[in-house]
Nanobody, 126 residues
């Protein structure tokens, strides 16, 4: 059974940094795509970044230059390094896994991801 468990959220002031982690277990896919999504109160969930098993990455325009997605295969862990945080980054952050590497070609589409974590809250104050 695939499990995704996020951690690392918290409250920071604008300009600060956080690193989110997503520990993945229960899957043996050699080809996959993983992503970070976020949902702010009253807004739809949106993609933040994605990475596939080849190491290719994509980042939403709103976070380019500030956020970086990465993974540690040995630890089966996905990361999101968030720098220069802004109040508008406040949201619940979710990691997601697709067992199809082709998802990386359509990485912003939620429906392509098979598994989701429970989320970790990030709050940025001004």
């Amino acid at each position: 059974q695939v499990q995704l468990v996020e951690s690392g959220g918290g409250s920071v002031q604008a300009g600060g940094s956080l690193r989110l982690s997503c520990a993945a277990s229960g899957y043996t896919y050699s080809s996959y795509c993983m992503g970070w999504f976020r949902q702010a109160p009253g807004k739809e969930r949106e993609v933040v970044a994605a990475i596939d098993s080849d190491g290719s990455t994509d980042h939403a325009d709103s976070v380019k230059g500030r956020f970086t997605i990465s993974r540690d295969n040995a630890k089966n862990t996905l990361y999101l390094q968030m720098n220069s945080l802004k109040p508008e980054d406040t949201a619940m952050y979710y990691c997601a896994l697709s067992e199809d590497i082709a998802t990386s070609l359509d990485w912003s589409r939620e429906s392509r991801y098979n598994y989701w974590g429970q989320g970790t809250q990030v709050t940025v104050s001004s």
